[in-house]
């Protein structure tokens, strides 16, 4: 059935390099965010349901989601938030929780599934994965790297805040992966976890 490995951790902290460490060491793998980009195509009803909460000015000439726009109004406003993970979330964890009952299905115990999921815990999806690994950076170095991205440090901060502090993601994580470090000490510890995933009997 092959092994599942829930990716995860706070915004900036280094989830997509991880992901793609694992990629290059054997993995499948798939990205919330990449799916979120699937159901948020033009003429999808989730855009509907998006346009109708929060206006015409998230939608760009071409019938896309102005993502920029849309994260810069519900970071704003926790009831924006909580708005935009009720209207976007249950599409993309449809499509993912059928993805890995699809990988599971054709796998054998070796194969290993990345998937990233930045929300895993905090929507409660730990289930849907054998082992949750929690990407971690301190909380300077992800402002650093978001204000390096172009936010400004305030709306930088209102993102990390937004999200369960990664110290509450170690409860729930079976590996932790820390990235405020040199990428080969990253490659290291994905190396570690691969080889631990690669030995597991479940």
């Known amino acids: 059935m092959g092994i599942v490995l829930g990716i ?30 699937e159901v948020m195509v033009p003429g999808a009803p989730v855009i509907d349901e998006l ?11 071409d019938g896309s989601i102005d993502r920029s726009a849309l994260a ?15 209207i976007t979330h249950p ?5 993912i929780e059928a993805r890995i009952k699809e990988f599971r299905s054709r796998s054998d115990k070796r194969d290993v599934l990345a998937v990233e999921i930045p929300l895993l815990i905090e929507c409660n ?17 992800q402002l650093i ?13 209102r993102r990390v ?15 932790v992966v820390w990235t405020d470090v040199s990428l080969e000490d990253t490659r290291r510890q994905v190396e570690r976890v691969w080889k631990l995933a690669q030995s597991c009997d479940e």
Do not use: C, W
């Open 8 to 37: 995860t951790g706070g915004i900036a902290a280094g989830k997509t390099t991880v992901t793609d460490m694992f990629r290059e060491l054997g993995a499948e793998t798939i990205s919330a965010d990449d799916v979120a980009r």
């Open 51 to 61: 346009v109708e909460r929060f206006g015409r000015s998230i939608i760009k000439p």
């Open 72 to 86: 810069e109004i519900a970071f704003k406003n926790p009831e924006d938030l909580t708005a935009l993970n009720d």
């Open 91 to 95: 599409p993309i964890i449809a499509i």
């Open 125 to 141: 999806l730990m289930g849907l994965v054998d082992k949750v690994i929690v990407v971690a950076a301190e909380q300077e170095t």
């Open 145 to 157: 790297r978001l204000t390096t991205r172009g936010f400004s440090y305030d709306e930088a901060l």
């Open 161 to 175: 805040a937004a999200q369960l502090p990664t110290s509450e993601k170690f409860h729930y994580a079976d590996e």
